[in-house]
């Protein structure tokens, strides 16, 4: 299990026991978004401090940080196959990132409040965000295109 928390840290613990096995160091603000990569060997954290880490989950070392959002990262996830990451804002942008390098492949922008929520999908070609803004957007991840507006919510 991993989590983040408003101390600034990232922890990794052992679900059977709740051991603390490793607390990743790093964001110089609270964390919002903790998550594992698809095999496990890595985790993606995105924070206030507007950043988005990807550390080895073994080691506890930072491996990539990446750079781009102009305000708190609030949600962050890898894709299926672990070689990309997509990160949601308060800046209202969706960024998806190249997992090795940390090049930023495409940035997402149509919603009109912050970004709160990403995921792909299964297959990994679409990605999905959720705003304030009430709406839920599907992205085709190749092409960074809106592919569908989903409104029907009417609160955030």
Same mark, same amino acid.
């Given at each position: 299990?991993? *989590?983040?928390?408003?101390? $600034?840290?990232?922890? %990794? &613990?052992?679900?059977? +026991?709740?051991?603390?096995?490793?607390?990743? $160091?790093?964001? !110089?603000?609270?964390?919002? *978004?903790?998550? #594992?990569?698809?095999?496990?060997?890595? /985790?993606?954290?995105? *924070?206030?401090? $507007?950043? /988005?880490? %990807?550390?080895?989950? @073994? +080691?506890?070392?930072?491996?990539?940080? @990446?750079?781009?959002? !102009?305000?708190?990262?609030?949600?962050?996830? #890898?894709?299926?196959?672990? $070689?990309?990451?997509?990160?949601?804002?308060?800046?209202?942008?969706?960024?998806? &990132?190249?997992? @090795? !390098?940390?090049?930023?492949?495409?940035?997402?922008?149509?919603? !009109?409040?912050?970004?709160?929520?990403?995921? #792909?999908?299964?297959?990994?070609?679409?990605?999905?965000?959720?705003?304030?803004?009430?709406?839920?957007?599907? &992205?085709?991840?190749?092409?960074?295109?809106?592919?569908?507006?989903?409104?029907?919510?009417?609160?955030?």
């Amino acid at each position: 299990v991993v *989590s983040g928390s408003s101390d $600034k840290s990232v922890c %990794i &613990w052992e679900a059977l +026991t709740g051991d603390l096995i490793k607390e990743l $160091k790093g964001h !110089t603000d609270a964390v919002w *978004s903790a998550a #594992f990569s698809p095999d496990g060997k890595q /985790v993606v954290s995105g *924070s206030i401090d $507007k950043s /988005v880490c %990807i550390w080895d989950a @073994l +080691t506890g070392d930072l491996a990539k940080e @990446l750079k781009g959002h !102009t305000d708190a990262v609030v949600s962050a996830a #890898f894709s299926p196959d672990g $070689k990309q990451v997509v990160s949601g804002s308060i800046d209202k942008s969706v960024c998806i &990132w190249d997992a @090795l !390098t940390g090049d930023l492949i495409k940035e997402l922008k149509g919603h !009109t409040d912050a970004v709160v929520s990403v995921a #792909f999908s299964p297959d990994g070609n679409q990605v999905v965000s959720g705003s304030r803004d009430k709406s839920v957007c599907i &992205w085709d991840a190749l092409t960074g295109d809106l592919a569908k507006e989903l409104k029907g919510h009417t609160d955030a």
